[in-house]
């Protein structure tokens, strides 16, 4: 753990609240630093103050303005143009005609196509190359899928930074890394919901529940197969029910002038794909993935960033501690695949291989709105939500799933991207 901090505090000149929150999982918290490393610092197609000014722009989509103030003090550390923080209107027309390709992915990665790619490689005067357009949508979807982190666990500014802080008194909306990082949690804390005041009894009860369906949805697995007409079936089903969950009741509120001067079309928020009667078709992982067709494209024009994505997405995915909660050895794999199919349903994309029932019998609906305000309107994340799914496990074993959380997304916006590049290419 010192090791990872002294690198960290090498590497970025800081040891951040994210940093201080990702180290209760020490082997992907080295892996995402190297990876922030090679994409922040090394050799890559784009200049270092790019680098930083598309992180402010990705940021800024999720009004996430801590990502934001971070990168703008990186950008001017680089060398870059006081000017461009001023709007994105006084940035280099290259990288204001990236605010299309940043909006949609951000928001609805699902209606990325070729001519949006098009229309940013064949500008002729500011036209991005294939290798520098790989290298900045790689950017901002890891920085759309911090900014879900960021909110997911409630991370707050540094002490020396603007609202900033060393303690803060509870409220609904705000959370303290103090309350994290200090592991302020156990057996015996009580969470409030909406409901009152929630006993240590009925959480214990709640995680021998899940356990238990665990087990039954493991018998029906080893007993029968359902057919692939079912299976594709159920996928339907829950893409369409995962419309009716609610990212928040809270109403919405307008980003700050300091944030969203770093992007335009400031009302284009998610919205669920199949709104409206427009169907989008469904994204089968058969005929373009990750493992077949994105870690080559990404590692063939910008190279060992396929190598060092994979390896994150992989730590996050196999990540376990054979624990749940007061458990011990326990098998999680199914768990965390609900949980990783879940987000990928929610994008449209589909595996063939899995049977969308299970979803519903382990994620409960409180666990399915924090997922999906995390992943899709991490701004509406609120500590009532946080709060409020798997109360009785640790905080570490909540952060943990905000690591499914990012790298899913992360991974869905790749695929539509990088599809999209594909059949540019093609």
């Given at each position: 753990m010192h090791t990872l901090f002294a690198d960290s505090f090498a590497t970025?000149?800081?040891?951040?609240?994210?940093?201080?929150?990702?180290?209760?999982?020490?082997?992907?918290?080295?892996?995402f630093l190297k990876t922030q490393h090679y994409l922040l610092q090394m050799d890559g197609p784009l200049p270092l103050h790019y680098r930083h000014y598309i992180g402010i722009m990705a940021a800024a989509r999720h009004q996430c303005s801590?990502?934001?103030?971070?990168?703008?003090?990186?950008?001017?550390?680089?060398?870059?143009?006081?000017?461009?923080?001023n709007g994105l209107e006084n940035a280099p027309h290259k990288?204001?005609?990236?605010?299309?390709?940043?909006?949609?992915?951000?928001?609805?990665?699902?209606?990325?196509?070729?001519?949006?790619?098009?229309?940013?490689?064949?500008?002729?005067?500011?036209?991005?190359?294939?290798?520098?357009?790989?290298?900045?949508?790689?950017?901002l979807t890891h920085y759309h899928s911090l900014a879900s982190f960021t909110f997911g666990c409630g991370i707050s500014p540094e002490i020396h930074c603007e609202g900033g802080h060393t303690f803060k008194l509870p409220s609904v909306s705000n959370y303290c890394i103090c309350d994290i990082t200090n592991g302020n949690h156990g057996v015996d804390e009580a969470h409030v919901s909406p409901a009152g005041s929630i006993s240590t009894t009925e959480s214990f009860c709640e995680v021998e529940a899940l356990m238990e369906k665990m087990k039954k949805l493991q018998e029906c697995r080893d007993e029968?197969?359902?057919?692939?007409?079912?299976?594709?079936?159920?996928?339907?089903?829950?893409?369409?029910?995962?419309?009716?969950?609610?990212c928040s009741e809270d109403e919405e509120s307008a980003p700050t002038r300091d944030v969203s001067r770093h992007f335009e079309d400031t009302s284009y928020g998610y919205k669920d794909f199949s709104r409206h009667g427009m169907h989008v078709p469904t994204f089968r992982v058969q005929d373009y993935s990750w493992e077949d067709h994105g870690y080559s494209l990404v590692n063939r024009l910008y190279p060992d960033v396929g190598q060092l994505i994979d390896e994150k997405f992989h730590i996050a995915y196999d990540l376990t501690y054979n624990t749940m909660a007061m458990h011990k050895d326990v098998d999680?794999?199914?768990?965390?695949?609900?949980i990783w199919n879940y987000i990928h349903c929610m994008f449209g994309i589909r595996y063939d291989d899995y049977d969308y029932g299970e979803i519903n019998q382990l994620l409960d609906r409180s666990f399915k709105v924090y997922i999906k305000t995390v992943v899709c309107?991490?701004?509406?994340?609120?500590?009532?939500?946080?709060?409020?799914?798997?109360?009785?496990?640790?905080?570490?074993?909540?952060?943990?799933?905000n690591l499914l959380l990012i790298e899913a997304r992360m991974q869905a916006e790749l695929l539509y991207a990088l599809r999209a590049i594909t059949h540019y290419m093609t």
């Open positions: 970025l000149g800081r040891l951040d609240n994210i940093t201080l929150v990702m180290v209760f999982h020490p082997q992907y918290l080295g892996s801590y990502l934001v103030n971070l990168h703008v003090n990186d950008f001017l550390h680089v060398g870059g143009d006081p000017k461009w923080l990288l204001q005609n990236l605010g299309e390709l940043n909006k949609i992915l951000a928001h609805r990665p699902w209606l990325i196509t070729k001519e949006h790619i098009e229309q940013l490689l064949k500008t002729e005067e500011h036209g991005w190359s294939l290798a520098e357009l790989i290298h900045a949508v790689v950017l029968e197969e359902a057919s692939q007409e079912e299976m594709a079936t159920r996928f339907e089903r829950e893409k369409r029910e995962s419309m009716f969950v609610c999680t794999s199914m768990l965390r695949r609900a309107a991490p701004e509406k994340t609120t500590k009532r939500m946080y709060d409020s799914f798997w109360r009785q496990f640790k905080h570490s074993e909540k952060v943990h799933v």
